[in-house]
């Protein structure tokens, strides 16, 4: 019995710290407290309006969940990719960003991007919002993503803080607006060469 209420002590000592360890800090924006207000100290957070709804991204342990911005660099093929994942509504659904010939080749270049405003559209960069992963908002006109602080923290982690917004338009024709985007996070960065795995991909297949 004794060895019983110690592991279960135990357990929930563990689920604590892991928590305290995934959880975001949601600071409320002054002027709209449904989103985080813009930070700089790797909050681990991120927001936006999608037409009048709110974006929000996942933070938590177990009941809710943590799930980190991934971030790709392929440095053969001069892109780099930056997905944030959240919900709205109660449905999953994330932004992605698809950004060529930033001549980004390992971390320190990407610090170097650090106060930058990036222009996306319906050409060379693109912005994604995937719903639920069944439907695709692919921009069209001018929108940007702004990294306004980027800092090196150990030899693959960053803090990456800045703002977002574009219209986006499905395969239908429905529009929707992405405003007052937001985010704060300290995360990995991942090198890929997109020609291997996708020949690798093919060849599986």
């Given at each position: 019995?004794?060895?019983?209420?110690?592991?279960?002590?135990?357990?929930?000592?563990?689920?604590?710290?892991?928590?305290?360890?995934?959880?975001?800090?949601?600071?409320?924006?002054?002027?709209?407290?449904?989103?985080?207000?813009?930070?700089?100290?790797?909050?681990?957070?991120?927001?936006?309006?999608?037409?009048?709804?709110?974006?929000?991204?996942?933070?938590?342990?177990?009941?809710?969940?943590?799930?980190?911005?991934?971030?790709e660099i392929a440095?053969?093929?001069?892109?780099?990719?930056?997905?944030?994942?959240?919900?709205?509504?109660?449905?999953?659904?994330?932004?992605?960003?698809?950004?060529?010939?930033?001549?980004?080749?390992?971390?320190?270049?990407?610090?170097?991007?650090?106060?930058?405003?990036?222009?996306?559209?319906?050409?060379?960069?693109?912005?994604?919002?995937?719903?639920?992963?069944?439907?695709?908002?692919?921009?069209?006109?001018?929108?940007?993503?702004?990294?306004?602080?980027?800092?090196?923290?150990?030899?693959?982690?960053?803090q990456l803080s800045?703002?977002?917004?574009?219209?986006?338009?499905?395969?239908?024709?429905?529009?929707?607006?992405?405003?007052?985007?937001?985010?704060?996070?300290?995360?990995?960065?991942?090198?890929?060469?997109?020609?291997?795995?996708?020949?690798?991909?093919?060849?599986?297949?």
């Amino acid at each position: 019995m004794k060895k019983s209420n110690f592991i279960n002590k135990l357990w929930a000592v563990c689920c604590c710290v892991l928590l305290a360890a995934c959880e975001g800090t949601f600071v409320p924006d002054p002027l709209d407290p449904r989103l985080p207000k813009y930070t700089e100290e790797g909050n681990n957070v991120a927001g936006a309006f999608v037409n009048n709804e709110i974006w929000e991204s996942k933070m938590g342990f177990f009941i809710y969940t943590y799930d980190e911005p991934y971030i790709e660099i392929a440095p053969k093929q001069n892109i780099v990719s930056v997905k944030f994942y959240g919900h709205s509504n109660n449905t999953s659904a994330s932004f992605e960003f698809e950004l060529k010939d930033l001549n980004i080749k390992k971390v320190e270049d990407l610090v170097s991007l650090s106060g930058k405003k990036i222009t996306i559209g319906e050409n060379k960069n693109r912005g994604y919002y995937n719903l639920h992963s069944k439907e695709t908002y692919a921009s069209e006109g001018t929108g940007q993503i702004y990294f306004k602080h980027i800092e090196r923290k150990g030899e693959k982690n960053i803090q990456l803080s800045g703002t977002f917004g574009f219209t986006a338009k499905n395969k239908e024709g429905k529009t929707l607006k992405i405003t007052f985007g937001r985010f704060d996070y300290i995360t990995t960065i991942h090198f890929f060469d997109r020609e291997n795995v996708e020949k690798e991909g093919s060849q599986n297949n």
